[in-house]
């Protein structure tokens, strides 16, 4: 972080260069110097310019760093980008701020080494500071993470590869088990002691969960069942539930303990009342191959279970004739999410450079996809700007320094792109008609584009000092409130749309970055996340 206390002596002296150099320019063109002369000052003022401009961003970076990361990383990528803008080197500064955003972004693996055949399954204990490790060597290896590299304490005596391993709640117990059809408990706080041996699964074990007393323990394996051990009676056999036609794949406690989900290879999902064992179980059917993970919300009305059909459901427990919500379709993650103006929408931008189309009315449908953006620098680290219309007829998306409209009702049809913005497009704003889109971008100008006529030039709003994030129309649409984000003024400027040639009004008072905006019906509400000085 020197270099940031340093930054202000930099930025002086470059300022007094270009303005020493647009001097000299003057005073070489007034005393009749040819006019290439007059060009070679003027450019070099431009580069002394733009590296300031650079050492500006980076210092930028370096202050968001641990704070901000994604956009520490887009203020390093920028001060490279604004720095090679003539094909010149970039500055030490920009390298170094991105060099060390990159390293903070990088995830430190550490490799855990000594497994002789492949690893089936891993588990944290309950304190973080212990990794159980289980495979096809038939160990177990519990690795102390606080000492990456001490040798790992290995517990051998399974007789076939070891499927699933699981701490108890105290983090002093735990289960594995797997081809041997044996489940072990072991005492850790006792390393000496034999695991404890839990027999009767005729097949696989396939998961061991423990339930929230950590008195029970269930069990699945492949021979369809589902068994319940109760540990503080080591000698009382196992409660056995019976009912699915295929292996059993995965269970999960509900939060008071007494429901047991169980789901398998038969697409079916089972829910037990453990207070009423005679009681048979309640059967969810839906999934169109087996389902592999389940989960119960924290208030325990809602299950969540995931399927090899690429679905998601979502059962209400509380209700039990109505169907679950499903989500279907992949992709690798929602980075950006936003919903049409009547709810029926959803539009989220992914990894991918595509935007995901969700019909809610139609939950059991395919998701559109929208495809056409382009890979850019920022692809990793810069989800983009997304936005509907008032009708709900058109989305616009940004993540480069091109804005994209798509007309929803011609899906298949091309986006329009419009172009202009030297940087990177961070926001963007319908007007509450619909015929303007403002597109805010970190080349620090905020523009305004007549929909009406897409291949007219958009009209400059010249912006912050640095970048502006948030941009909204007021609700009578006569008015665009523009925030000051990263590296800016911090300030909010106010344009009168009738009056395109006045200067803006200036709202003062923010000390740091301004991240959204809203209006009320009279009166603009600026709402600001403070960065660490």
């Given amino acids: 972080m020197k270099r940031i206390h340093h930054y202000p002596s930099r930025?002086?002296?470059?300022?007094?260069?270009?303005?020493?150099?647009?001097?000299?320019?003057?005073?070489?063109?007034?005393?009749?110097?040819?006019?290439?002369?007059?060009?070679?000052?003027?450019?070099?003022?431009?580069?002394?310019?733009?590296?300031?401009?650079?050492?500006?961003?980076?210092?930028?970076s370096d202050r968001y760093r641990e704070w901000q990361l994604p956009f520490s990383l887009l203020l390093g990528l920028e001060a490279l980008r604004v720095s090679l803008d003539r094909d010149e080197r970039p500055t030490a500064a920009a390298e170094e701020a991105l060099r060390e955003a990159l390293a903070l972004a990088t995830p430190h693996e550490i490799p855990l080494r000594g497994h002789e055949d492949s690893i089936h399954a891993v588990a944290f204990s309950p304190d973080g500071n212990t990794l159980a490790s289980a495979g096809g060597d038939n160990t177990v290896r519990l690795w102390n993470l606080d000492q990456p590299d001490a040798a790992p304490r290995i517990l051998q005596g399974h007789e076939d590869d070891i499927t699933t391993v699981a701490f108890g709640p105290d983090g002093n117990t735990l289960a594995s088990a797997g081809g041997d059809n044996t489940?072990?408990?072991?005492?850790?706080?006792?390393?000496?002691?034999?695991?404890?041996?839990?027999?009767?699964?005729?097949k696989g074990v396939t998961t061991v969960v423990f339930g929230p007393d950590g008195n029970t323990l269930a069990s699945a394996g492949r021979d369809t069942t589902v068994r319940l051990w109760k540990l503080d009676r080591p000698d009382a056999a196992p409660r056995i539930l019976r009912g699915h036609e295929k292996g059993v794949t995965t269970v999960a406690f509900g939060p008071d303990g007494n429901t047991l989900a169980s789901a398998g290879a038969d697409s079916t999902v089972r829910l037990w009342n453990l207070d009423?064992?005679?009681?048979?179980p309640r059967i969810l059917r839906g999934h169109e191959r087996p389902v592999m993970a389940i989960t119960f919300s924290a208030d325990g009305n809602t299950l969540t279970s995931a399927g090899a059909d690429s679905t998601?459901?979502?059962?209400?427990?509380?209700?039990?004739?109505?169907?679950?919500?499903?989500?279907q379709g992949y992709a690798d993650f929602a980075m950006k999410i936003t919903f049409s103006p009547d709810g029926n929408t959803m539009a989220y931008a992914d990894g991918n450079e595509a935007v995901w189309l969700w019909n809610l009315d139609q939950p059991d449908t395919t998701p559109r996809i929208l495809q056409g953006n382009q890979k850019s620098i920022y692809e990793s680290i810069y989800a983009g700007a997304l936005a509907f219309s008032p009708d709900g007829n058109t989305l616009a998306y940004a993540r480069d320094t091109t804005v994209r409209l798509w007309n929803l009702d011609r899906l298949n049809?091309?986006?329009?792109?419009?172009?202009?913005?030297?940087?990177?497009?961070?926001a963007v704003a319908f007007d509450p008609d619909g015929d303007t889109l403002a597109s805010a971008s970190s080349d620090t100008t905020v523009r305004l584009w007549n929909l009406d006529q897409p291949d007219a030039a958009p009209r400059v709003l010249p912006g912050h000092e640095g970048w502006g994030l948030p941009v909204v129309f007021g609700p009578d649409g006569n008015t665009l409130a523009y925030g000051g984000g990263l590296g800016s003024d911090y300030t909010v400027r106010l344009w009168n749309l009738d009056h395109p040639d006045a200067a803006p009004h200036v709202l003062l008072g923010h000390e740091d970055s301004v991240f959204a905006l809203a209006f009320s019906s009279t009166l603009p509400i600026m709402l600001h996340n403070k960065a660490p000085r």
């Fill in 312 to 327: 998601v459901r979502l059962w209400n427990l509380d209700q039990s004739d109505a169907a679950p919500r499903v989500l």
């Fill in 276 to 280: 009423r064992p005679d009681t048979a």
């Fill in 413 to 426: 049809a091309t986006p329009h792109i419009l172009r202009g913005h030297r940087g990177i497009v961070l």
């Fill in 11 to 60: 930025l002086t002296m470059g300022l007094t260069a270009i303005v020493l150099m647009a001097m000299g320019a003057a005073a070489f063109a007034q005393h009749g110097m040819q006019s290439a002369e007059v060009e070679r000052w003027r450019a070099e003022a431009e580069r002394q310019s733009r590296i300031v401009r650079s050492q500006q961003l980076a210092a930028q």
């Fill in 183 to 202: 489940i072990r408990l072991w005492k850790l706080d006792r390393p000496d002691a034999a695991p404890r041996i839990l027999r009767g699964h005729e």
